[in-house]
């Protein structure tokens, strides 16, 4: 197979970042930082059910939205470890809330949470993954880091990084 023919697995999940790339293999450090990224997906699905239904009925949509965004990167992140043959852990039934959720404005608190820590689950995987592999685990730092605002929370000059924003 040449590299312009990727193999069904690959076109289905995307996993390939580069010609020639191989998906069944990956790095450790990329693979425990993908699985990372995988839990932190799981999580924010669970709470944004909660920042729904406990949220203001204008925020209703935006929840359900980003439910949906994570569910779909939950499942795009559990069939790329799968690919790499690695065994995705399944989500928990249920998560221990942060704090108690509500209020809207908990809920929203709830969101902001939620996408700093896949932010930071997202800005590890950026360190782990060799070069032609951030783009895409950058791509979705951003977009966290944009959600997490729209939810209120204030602009960060690392997102993902705390350890720098004071710099």
Do not use: C, I
């Not at 209703?60 to 992140?77: F, I, P, W, Y």
């Not at 790329?80 to 908990?106: D, E, N």
């Not at 949470?113 to 689950?121: F, K, L, M, R």
Request: proline content about 8%; aromatic content about 4%.
């Amino acid at each position: 197979m040449s590299a312009a023919q990727p193999t069904a697995a690959v076109a289905a999940t995307g996993t390939s970042t580069s010609p020639g790339a191989d998906p069944t293999t990956m790095p450790a450090a990329q693979a425990t930082a993908l699985a990372a990224v995988l839990a932190a997906e799981q999580a924010a699905v669970y709470a944004y059910g909660v920042v729904g239904a406990q949220g203001a009925a204008a925020d209703r949509d935006e929840a359900l939205t980003a439910l949906q965004r994570h569910a779909a990167r939950r499942d795009l992140v559990a069939a790329r470890l799968s690919v790499a043959q690695q065994t995705p852990k399944p989500a928990p039934p249920a998560y221990q809330l942060p704090f108690a959720v509500g209020t809207p404005a908990q809920s929203r608190k709830l969101a902001v949470h939620v996408e700093t820590a896949v932010a930071d689950a997202n800005a590890d995987l950026v360190a782990a993954s060799p070069a032609a592999a951030r783009v895409e685990a950058s791509r979705w730092l951003a977009e966290s880091a944009v959600a997490a605002r729209t939810w209120g929370a204030r602009a960060q000059t690392f997102p993902g990084m705390p350890e720098r924003a004071g710099r």
